[in-house]
């Protein structure tokens, strides 16, 4: 009695999940696809030919409430849409990349517009939206680059991230006096845009909002405002302690910062062209990310005692620019891309106390002569990138506080002539001096506990790695030391005077790309005692002719011969330990004519062989025991599965 009374209770309770639950079922009806829940529909999809659209306000005698997630995307044949009053919400992507859109109409029942709801309707002139809404989405009308004008009703109360972004053709725009937040980006790239006004009731301001707003003269807040203020067409907090922007659009060439300003904010002067002077005054202590990013008509820049941190791509491509000074306050990282493309700045002094430049700080600085590091220095890494293309650099004196030198952090600069690693570095990137043509001494102070060098060639302390074989090397033959056990990563990559290597045979091992792109290499022998060769250790080397791996070899990495155009012939030395060739092993050895498989090879990979446009037969040694060959074409073991056909039968 117990149980039939439990399988009841747990009957009933079914019954009861099953009718209290609100489900939403998949259906169609017409052109149309979309779910009920509750008795409320929401639009799903439509298969329509497009054109002047009303949407229904009922299916099946239930109202449609809601235009669903990417429910009309990309329908490129709708020109206009009319929303029935039923409707209360606008769904994400809704109207995505309707390019023939032209006109919606919304109706005052709608209370939101969902992220990217109208997201590039580049056909879209005007909308109007109702006073019903409250919240515009992030990217709602981003890249609507027809929109002239919209107006925002009273009702809203924030404008979203993106929401208005890429507007290119949108001459005005009415903030009313709800609005309490404007997201970060919301009106960046509107460049017909002339004018803004923040009402009192703003609190919330996103970075970069107003960027790229090349028409934009002037922008205003209402006086009542209790968080931001104007002067004279720019933007600051209410205090006037921070100068959040300057619009792009002002034509004045000079400006001189008010006295009061203690920080220049996110993007405040970004690509404000006009510019050739900016006077900082002596308060100021930050200067935010990308402030003067793109400034190309300023020439110089003094930046006052007082300042202790510089934002990232504060002075980006400030192609004018041809002085920074830097003041002693200054603290910290030079964050990435400060001073990055800016070509006519001659030279830098770092101050004591900065202890990082970061990646990219001053790539492609290529009038930069000179960089001084004031004593004592407290920069203990100098990173990716830092000084990468500044090809007018001759001298640089690294500071023996510096711990890291990171990857291509002085590459390309071609008229550097000698460098001393200092005995402070433990971290030393090979690629760090690539393309360095100029360079003729590379020395490694005798006292660093962790690299030596001999003859410009950098190695581990006790010389049994090759870290960096001398960049701007003219030498056609270099014979490895006996003590060197391990070729490292990147050691001779790019040297194309080499054309020939001696490698000894206390070797094991060869780092991936460690002879990439040496061109001029026609012969290696690679000893018998090399363990592993690394990923595309020697891709690009197309003047070598033969390769001999020996049967020591346990290890071909991928792309290891890869683009090695003038190899010829490739032998495994018997008895072979290769257990497999790697993904694009030999991919683009166009010179390659015949090849044997070895019997210890389990796998092949992908495109080992593709593009070969030369071979036409690879062999199988009959002992393999995965692998099988007829008349040059690889199959597996038992012949059911075609494995390989060779490019150039």
């Not at 029942?109 to 992030?138: E, H, M, N, W």
């Not at 970075?207 to 933007?235: I, W």
């Not at 009959?622 to 039968?649: E, R």
Request: aromatic residues 8%; proline residues 5%; contains cysteine.
């Amino acid at each position: 009695m117990k149980t039939t009374s439990k399988h009841l209770a747990r009957s009933l309770f079914c019954v009861c999940l099953l009718f209290a639950a609100p489900r939403a079922w998949a259906l169609t009806s017409g052109d149309y696809s979309y779910t009920v829940a509750s008795g409320a529909v929401t639009l799903t999809g439509y298969t329509g030919a497009g054109g002047a659209l009303t949407l229904p306000s009922t299916i099946d005698g239930n109202p449609v409430t809601s235009i669903g997630t990417n429910a009309f995307r990309s329908c490129n044949g709708l020109t206009s849409v009319t929303i029935p009053s039923s409707v209360t919400s606008i769904g994400n992507s809704a109207f995505q990349y309707c390019n023939g859109l032209t006109s919606v109409t919304i109706p005052s029942s709608v209370t939101s517009i969902g992220t990217q709801a109208f997201y590039g309707c580049t056909g879209l002139t005007s909308v109007a939206i109702p006073s019903s809404v409250t919240s515009i989405g992030d990217n709602a009308f981003n890249n609507c680059n027809s929109l002239t004008s919209v107006a925002i009703p009273s009702s809203v109360t924030s404008i979203g991230n993106y929401a208005f972004q890429y507007c290119s053709s949108l001459t005005s725009v009415t903030i009313p006096s709800s609005v309490t937040s404007i997201g970060a980006n919301a009106f960046s790239y509107c460049s017909s845009l002339t004018s803004v006004t923040i009402p009192s009731s703003v609190t919330s301001l996103g970075n970069y909002m107003f960027s790229y707003c090349t028409a934009l003269s002037s922008v205003s807040v209402d006086e009542a405002n209790a968080n931001y203020s104007s002067v004279s067409g720019v933007l600051f907090n209410k205090a006037q302690t921070v100068l959040l922007q300057y619009p792009s659009g002002k034509i004045e060439t000079s400006y001189e910062i008010p006295s009061g300003v203690t920080s220049i904010g996110a993007s405040a002067f970004l690509n404000c062209s006009s510019l050739t002077s900016v006077t900082i005054p002596n308060g100021v202590t930050s200067i935010g990310d990308s402030a003067f990013y793109n400034c190309t008509g300023l020439t110089s820049a003094t930046i006052p005692s007082g300042v202790t941190s510089i934002g990232n791509y504060a002075f980006q491509s400030c192609s004018s620019l041809t002085s920074a000074t830097l003041p002693n306050s200054l603290t910290g990282i030079i964050g990435i891309y400060t001073f990055a493309d800016c070509p006519l700045l001659t030279s830098v002094t770092i101050p004591s106390g900065v202890t990082s430049i970061a990646g990219s700080a001053f790539q492609n600085c290529s009038g930069l002569t000179s960089v001084t590091f004031t004593a004592p220095s407290s920069v203990t890494s100098i990173l990716d990138s830092a000084f990468q293309n500044c090809s007018d650099l001759t001298s640089v004196t690294i500071p023996s506080s510096v711990t890291t030198l990171g990857h291509y952090v002085f590459s390309n600069c071609t008229s550097l002539t000698s460098v001393t690693i200092p005995s402070s570095v433990t971290t030393l990137q090979p690629l760090g001096f690539q393309g360095c043509t100029g360079l003729t001494s590379l020395t490694v102070d005798a006292a660093n506990a962790n690299y030596s060098s001999m003859d410009g060639v950098v190695f581990d302390k006790t010389q049994t790695t090759l870290v960096l074989f001398f960049p701007s090397s003219t030498a056609a033959s270099y014979t490895i030391p006996s003590s060197v056990t391990s070729i490292g990563t990147n050691a001779f990559r790019a040297n194309t005077s080499l054309t020939s290597m001696t490698i000894p045979s206390g070797v094991t091992s060869v780092g991936s790309n460690a002879f990439y792109g040496c061109s001029g290499l026609t012969s290696v022998a690679i000893p018998s005692g090399i363990i592993s060769i690394g990923a595309s250790a020697f891709y690009g080397c197309t003047g070598l002719t033969s390769v001999a791996i020996p049967s020591s070899v346990t290890s071909i990495g991928t792309s290891a011969f890869q683009s090695c155009t003038g190899l010829t012939s490739v032998t495994f030395t018997a008895p072979s330990r290769v257990p497999s060739i790697g993904t694009n092993a030999f991919y683009g050895c166009s010179g390659l004519t015949s090849v044997t498989i070895p019997s210890s090879v389990t796998s092949i990979g992908a495109k080992a062989f593709q593009s070969c446009s030369g071979l036409t037969s690879v062999t199988v040694d009959a002992a393999n025991a995965n692998y099988s060959s007829i008349d040059g074409v690889v199959f597996n073991k038992n012949q059911t599965t075609l494995v390989l056909s060779p490019p150039g039968q």
